[in-house]
C-alpha cells in the first residue's frame, strides 16, 4: 500500500465552527507533515511529526491545531477559521525525515470558509 | 538561503515534440532534488528524485532530469510530450539547515500539451 488517504474531499464550514480533517498512512513512514496549497501555488509548510512527535510548526495560527494519535493518523483541527483560510489541505508521509526521503502525497482536502 | 527557482510561469509544446522544464537551485552542501507533478484538485506525485550518483535521473511515466552541478541546474525533460503530460510541475529540494524536515519547492511550471 502506497497511498496516504485524506478525508473528506471537500469541506464547507462557517466561522464559527469545529471540524477536523484526518489523513492516514500504512506504509510505515514516520515522518508526517501538513501542507497549505493556494491555487496554483506551492505547498506551504504548517506542521512536521516525527515519530508521532511534533518537529515543526511554522507559526501557524493556533485556530489550526495538529494532532497525532499514532504513527499511521494525522489530524488537523479547525476552530474559528478566516475566509482566507480556505485552500487545498495536503497531508504528506515520508519514511523519516531524512533528505533523501520521497514525501508522499495525500489528495488532499479543499476547504472552503464562509 | 536555500532557494529554488522556476524561471518558466508557462511551458507550451506540441505532442509528440521533447519538453523540458527547467530548474535551478541555490543550496549549501550536496542537493537533495526531487521533481514532483500535480494534476487539477489533487495531490503532488513524486516523479524522480536526485540524491547521487549517475547525474541523469529516470523516473515515472518517462520523464528523466538531469543534474548539473556546474550551472545548479536539475531540469525535467521527456522526449515525447503526451498530452496528458499536461499539469503544474514543481521542482523542489530539502532543506539542509532544517535536517531535511522542510521542503523548499519551486514556484511551479504550467505544462500545456497541444495535440
Known amino acids: 500500500d502506497t497511498e496516504v488517504t485524506q478525508t473528506p474531499k471537500h469541506l464547507v464550514m462557517g466561522m464559527t465552527n469545529k471540524k477536523s480533517l484526518k489523513c492516514e498512512q500504512h506504509?510505515?513512514?514516520?515522518?508526517m507533515y501538513w501542507y497549505k496549497q493556494k491555487a496554483k501555488k506551492p505547498p506551504e509548510l504548517m506542521f512536521v511529526?516525527?515519530?508521532?512527535?511534533?518537529?515543526i510548526n511554522e507559526s501557524v495560527p493556533s485556530r489550526f491545531s495538529p494532532e497525532c494519535p499514532n504513527s499511521s493518523l494525522l489530524n488537523l483541527h479547525l476552530h474559528a477559521l478566516q475566509p482566507e483560510d480556505s485552500a487545498l489541505y495536503l497531508c504528506?508521509?515520508?519514511?523519516?525525515?531524512?533528505?533523501?526521503?520521497?514525501?508522499?502525497f495525500g489528495p488532499g482536502t479543499r476547504l472552503t470558509v464562509l | 538561503a536555500q532557494s529554488v527557482a522556476q524561471p518558466e510561469d508557462q511551458v507550451n509544446v506540441a505532442e509528440g515534440n521533447p519538453l523540458t522544464v527547467k530548474c535551478t537551485y541555490s543550496?549549501?552542501?550536496?542537493?537533495?532534488l526531487f521533481w514532483y507533478v500535480q494534476y487539477p484538485n489533487r495531490g503532488l506525485q513524486f516523479l524522480l528524485k536526485?540524491?547521487?550518483?549517475?547525474?541523469l535521473v529516470k523516473g515515472s511515466y518517462g520523464f528523466e532530469a538531469e543534474f548539473n552541478k556546474s550551472q545548479t541546474s536539475f531540469h525535467l525533460k521527456k522526449p515525447s510530450a503526451l498530452v496528458s503530460d499536461s499539469a503544474l510541475y514543481f521542482c523542489?529540494?530539502?532543506?539542509?539547515?532544517?535536517?531535511?524536515?522542510?521542503?523548499?519547492f519551486g514556484a511551479g511550471t504550467r505544462l500545456f500539451v497541444k495535440a
Open positions: 504528506a508521509s515520508s519514511p523519516d525525515s531524512g533528505r533523501g526521503d520521497t514525501q508522499y
Open positions: 506504509m510505515g513512514h514516520r515522518a
Open positions: 511529526y516525527s515519530y508521532e512527535k511534533l518537529s
Open positions: 543550496v549549501s552542501g550536496n542537493p537533495y
Open positions: 536526485y540524491i547521487t550518483g549517475d547525474n
Open positions: 523542489a529540494v530539502r532543506d539542509p539547515n532544517t535536517g531535511g524536515f522542510k521542503t523548499i
